[in-house]
């Protein structure tokens, strides 16, 4: 009894001296930190690493095949019963086991046993080759794009877009902006499920997105557009983030400091943006790579002019979209009417707490801060993601505030007092018991019936080189013949009705083919210019049409719509994409003129003959009580206004219907 | 019925998007968290999501037919209609794998109040999400550093003092900032509360969650429910998120 219990007690004396043994000799001998065992430790690492590894695609072998035979039966038995969904399903993970048992074989067998001698190296490039070529082999037919050889894809986001990683060629390398070694090509295939409305909103910035030098270059063919920029490599910022906060306690010092100077980063792009007149509009982390040379904002699909005459859409990332651009979209204004600039400060601030967080703010301007965090920079994040009118004017007021904080040896004694943005701020206090409500977050700009100042074109277009505005018109036109190509082919076909000229102002009647009635997105308005007969002189011209109905996405609206722009796009003309001209068209057009047909005003004739253009029609929500569609007709001689009544849209929804 | 309530209730009949907007603000998390609950794991984020927007469109259909004199709590209205939405689809499911083609009841066949019942969780959360509303009416309808210095005194914790050293201020005006905005709050939660409620019982809830009180009582009765909201509120997400990855 004495001799075991003796024994026990020695037993766990030598488990205890074996586990001290392990926690101070093997341990440091395994990080190196002594001078002697620093090889020893490198080695002991490289079998450990070898063995684990082994281990474990040894059970991810067992587990998988253990998959393969629990299914396959369910395989056979979905065929037998012809179940023919739930046996391409079972079919498909069976496939992936299959595949991930080769590889994990591969790995036991070849690769960790070359990488344990030490002629891994030898198989990467092999690797590569037999993964790049796999790429190629998996990508569509048709999935090619002349000068650049693909070698990746990458995930991408809401748009319908598909994202290559390619090589150019070295021909195409050396045209391009800074000769990149990859790029990444976003690529809208009408064949793959791309919708033409999600085509011509990234079109739209193409060349703003090429002065920023976001865009490298863009093409087209009957089915496909897309667009070359660099690639950036690198991880995106929630990933970053997250490796920032594994200690689970808020940033360290040194966390703190890169989160500082990764929003610096941030805000200086912004503000390129902004000067460029531009707003990004979806900035988050998942739109922001970060690598050693800092942070860089990606994604350029909703990135929109800042005096885009368009309608306001509620695009956007929740959580990181400030909720008055949704009210505000709700509301129908004009992107021109906001001030775009602010609702990409929000989305800073926004980000910036989900760096000093791990989160995202669920409340907007009221989240908590749950881990600990310099108050200037809370301070920061409030004021970036408060009211409308009360937050940072522009970025570089919130800039100028983060500044303070990179700069100062321990941020966490700069106080919201010493921030350069507090200097003379606001601090009334209010008399009353309930503080008047700030102005309308809307700035109205009421539409000038005289001749308006030129609309608002970034300085540096004005400044750019002839020969570069030259290309540049060259281009878009090319893209706009290829634009129109692919509406003839896909959109208008099949079309059978007519226009029926009713004492002046077109009725559009008879059956249409609608492809997709609902299919031009949220509050998306478009401006197309395509040549129409006028009906004074029954000559086809240029026309700029513009489709702006509130319910332009609503039946019987969109149907009604859809026809209308099949009659005046019937015999198929030239299309282009050309939102300054609709900007030009609407800062001279009259608000909503009376029904009937007027002389125009002079300031209309010279913009549309600055423009090319032999007439601009407008689209819009009926003045009147009956839900019709209003049409405001602008030509060199005359404007005017008519409605396509309900009875009539209900009578073109019936026709369709039958069709 | 409370004139703000009809107001707003003739607002979603005369579909005002903004009114729509600040309903699915305010109590679409609430009825996300519900779905979900009900759901058990079975539905998916994106279902949930779907089912919270087709409950507001459902009601934006029956608001036509609602009642206000019946007695029916807001809150229970809306459950009521949500339960319908996800009975809705769960018949949808059962009758696509039985593959008999049923149509779903419809609004207009059940009366979907009748046989509901109501627990004190999801009352506590639509109760929570008025406050949290008037929270945020009262911080776009104040002075920024106002409402800041409230935040960081109430909803923070710091004390007076702290929070005049960190804005460059005396405590008196920090002192004079709090009562400004404590004044807004009370009258932006009578607005809030009455424009969400039916009945006199779910009037009363202000009293009865201890923010009719003195400033003390009302200040630490407040920043128990912005607290609680908000933990919730992290947790549900963090929830979805999870089950959507």
Request: aromatic share 6%; glycine share 8%.
């Amino acid at each position: 009894m004495l001799t075991t219990f003796l024994g026990l007690i020695v037993t766990m004396i030598a488990v205890g001296i074996f586990v001290l043994g392990v926690i101070f000799i093997l341990v440091p001998i395994i990080k190196g930190g002594f001078a002697f065992g620093s090889m020893l430790g490198r080695l002991i690492r490289h079998i450990c690493r070898w063995l684990f590894g082994s281990i474990s695609d040894v059970v991810r072998i067992i587990g998988q095949l253990f998959g393969m035979v629990v299914l396959i039966p369910l395989l056979l038995g979905s065929v037998v019963l012809g179940r023919w969904a739930a046996a391409q399903q079972a079919w498909s993970v069976i496939r992936g086991n299959g595949s991930g048992v080769c590889q994990a074989l591969y790995r036991l067998l070849v690769r960790r046993p070359m990488s344990l001698l030490g002629i891994g190296v030898a198989l990467d490039e092999v690797e590569r080759s037999v993964h790049d070529a796999a790429i190629l082999t998996n990508t569509v037919p048709g999935t090619q794009f002349d000068g650049y050889r693909i070698i990746d894809t990458l995930t991408s986001g809401g748009s319908g877009a598909t994202l290559f990683v390619a090589e150019p060629h070295p021909t195409r390398r050396r045209r391009l902006a800074g000769q990149p070694s990859r790029v990444v090509i976003k690529c809208f295939d009408l064949d793959a499920g791309s919708k033409l409305p999600q085509m011509m909103r990234e079109s739209r910035s193409l060349d703003a997105a090429r002065r920023l030098g976001l865009v490298l270059e863009h093409d087209m063919d009957p089915s496909r557009f897309w667009y070359v920029m660099p690639w950036i490599p690198g991880a995106h910022l929630g990933e970053v983030v997250r490796e920032l906060h594994e200690g689970g306690q808020g940033l360290d010092p040194t966390g703190l400091s890169r989160a500082i100077n990764l929003t610096i980063d941030l805000l200086q792009i912004l503000r390129r943006y902004h000067k460029q007149g531009l707003w990004h509009k979806d900035v988050k982390p998942e739109n922001i790579i970060v690598n050693d040379s800092g942070a860089h904002l990606v994604d350029l699909g909703l990135v929109t002019p800042l005096a885009s005459a368009m309608t306001l859409t509620t695009h956007g990332t929740e959580y990181f979209r400030d909720p008055e651009l949704v009210r505000q979209a709700l509301r129908g204004v004009k992107v021109s009417e906001v001030d775009g600039t602010r609702f990409d400060v929000y989305a800073a601030g926004a980000v910036l707490y989900y760096i000093l967080e791990n989160t995202f703010p669920a409340h907007g301007g009221l989240s908590r801060f749950d881990q600990p965090s310099p108050e200037a920079a809370k301070w920061i994040v409030h004021r970036a993601m408060s009211d409308y009118e009360q937050r940072y004017a522009d970025v570089g007021v919130m800039l100028a505030d983060v500044a303070v904080l990179a700069k100062a040896s321990d941020p966490w004694s700069v106080r919201p007092a010493d921030l350069p943005s507090m200097k003379g701020v606001e601090t009334t206090e209010t008399t009353e018991n309930v503080p008047p409500p700030p102005p309308a977050p809307v700035r109205h700009h009421h539409l000038p019936r005289v001749a308006p100042p030129p609309p608002r074109i970034p300085e540096t277009r004005r400044s750019a080189s002839g020969q570069f505005s030259w290309i540049a018109a060259a281009a878009s036109f090319v893209l706009g013949v290829g634009i129109l190509m692919m509406i003839g082919q896909v959109v208008l076909t099949s079309n059978d009705g007519s226009i029926l000229n009713n004492g002046g102002p077109y009725v559009a009647a008879g059956k249409a083919w609608s492809p997709n009635p609902g299919s031009y997105g949220e509050n998306l308005a478009f401006a197309e210019p395509i040549e129409v007969p006028t009906p004074a002189s029954s000559q086809p011209g240029l026309c700029l049409l513009i489709v702006d109905h509130a319910s332009r996405d609503k039946e019987p609206i969109a149907e009604t719509i859809n026809v209308f722009r099949d009659q005046l796009s019937r015999a198929g003309w030239s299309h282009r994409i050309d939102v300054e001209a609709e900007i030009a068209i609407r800062s001279v057009m009259p608000p909503r003129p009376e029904p009937g047909r007027v002389p125009v005003h002079p300031a209309v004739r010279e913009a549309l003959e600055n423009r090319d253009l032999d007439a601009a029609v407008l689209l819009i929500e009926s003045a009147g009580e009956n839900g019709g569609v209003d049409v405001i007709m602008l030509t060199h001689e005359w404007q005017a206004r008519w409605e396509i009544p309900q009875q009539i849209q209900q009578s073109l929804g019936s026709d369709t219907d039958q069709e | 019925m409370h004139q703000l309530t009809t107001t707003f209730v003739r607002r979603l009949r005369n579909r005002d998007e903004a009114a729509w907007f600040e309903l699915w603000q305010v109590f679409g998390p609430v009825l996300r968290a519900q779905l979900s609950r009900w759901g058990g794991g079975r539905i998916g984020v994106e279902t949930i999501r779907d089912l919270s927007q087709e409950t507001l469109a459902n009601l934006s259909r029956s608001i036509e037919r609602f009642d206000p004199e019946r007695g029916v709590r807001f809150s229970t209205w809306l459950l009521a209609i949500a339960r319908h939405v996800l009975g809705d689809e769960l018949d949808r499911r059962g009758a696509a794998k039985r593959g008999s083609g049923r149509r779903a009841l419809s609004l207009g066949d059940r009366d979907p109040v009748s046989d509901l019942q109501v627990d004190a969780a999801y009352e506590r959360r639509i109760f929570e999400a008025k406050v949290h509303a008037a929270i945020r009416r009262t911080e776009a309808d104040s002075i920024f550093v106002a409402f800041q210095v409230y935040r960081m005194r109430v909803f923070d914790g710091q004390t007076g003092r702290l929070v005049a050293e960190q804005l460059g201020m005396s405590e008196a005006t920090i002192s004079r900032q709090l009562q400004s905005v404590r004044i807004s709050l009370r009258k932006a939660l009578e607005n809030v509360v009455a424009q969400w409620s039916f009945t006199p019982e779910e009037h009363s809830e202000i009293s009865g969650a201890g923010l009719a009180g003195d400033d003390n009582l009302f200040d630490e009765a407040l920043a128990e429910i912005y607290h609680s909201h908000e933990a919730r509120r992290r947790a549900e997400d963090a929830e979805s998120r999870s089950a959507g990855v």
